[in-house]
């Protein structure tokens, strides 16, 4: 196989999710959805480039990228910057949501407690009726500062307090 990284069963598991949904099995496209079942996780477009180590080129990535969205197996939405991030659809049954860091960029999913989203649910349904609207999607996003960062942010802190 093309990448000898990518354990067998993974492997396997990127080619039947192109099998089950008719897509012709190609070399950038398991690559595409290896990096992704690897990782588990949402990832940057420029990841998943340097993560292919050179296997992949932007233009193929983009179409990559709108093919296995319009095909709904995977979900794009974009960070702070406007950078565009993918993840697969439907590895987590769930619905979950996502932590941006505010320094370096790092996306995280996280999942809510059952009640909030259930409440959340009851608003979206009061604000359908106010605005006769139907609501097909929602999004909770958090921002803050990653470990690494918030150490780094301390540190940073920290010194320049004392240099006063």
Do not use: W
Request: charged share 30%; aromatic share 4%.
């Amino acid at each position: 196989m093309y990448n000898h990284e990518m354990p067998k069963t993974q492997i396997k598991k990127s080619k039947q999710i192109l099998l089950d949904n008719n897509i012709p099995v190609t070399k950038p496209r398991m690559l595409v959805l290896d990096i992704l079942l690897k990782n588990e996780g949402p990832l940057k477009v420029e990841e998943i480039l340097a993560l292919s180590k050179g296997k992949l080129a932007m233009s193929s990535m983009y179409r990559i990228i709108n093919n296995l969205k319009s095909l709904k197996l995977i979900n794009e939405f974009q960070t702070l910057e406007k950078t565009k991030v993918i993840e697969l659809a439907g590895v987590k049954d769930e619905h979950h949501h996502h932590i941006f860091c505010e320094l370096c960029g790092a996306v995280y999913d996280f999942d809510v407690n059952d009640n909030l989203e259930k409440d959340l649910e009851k608003e979206i349904i009061k604000i359908e009726s106010k605005y006769k609207i139907t609501v097909t999607s929602h999004s909770l996003e958090f921002l803050g500062l990653c470990n690494n960062c918030r150490s780094s942010h301390k540190q940073l802190r920290t010194s320049h307090r004392n240099l006063s």
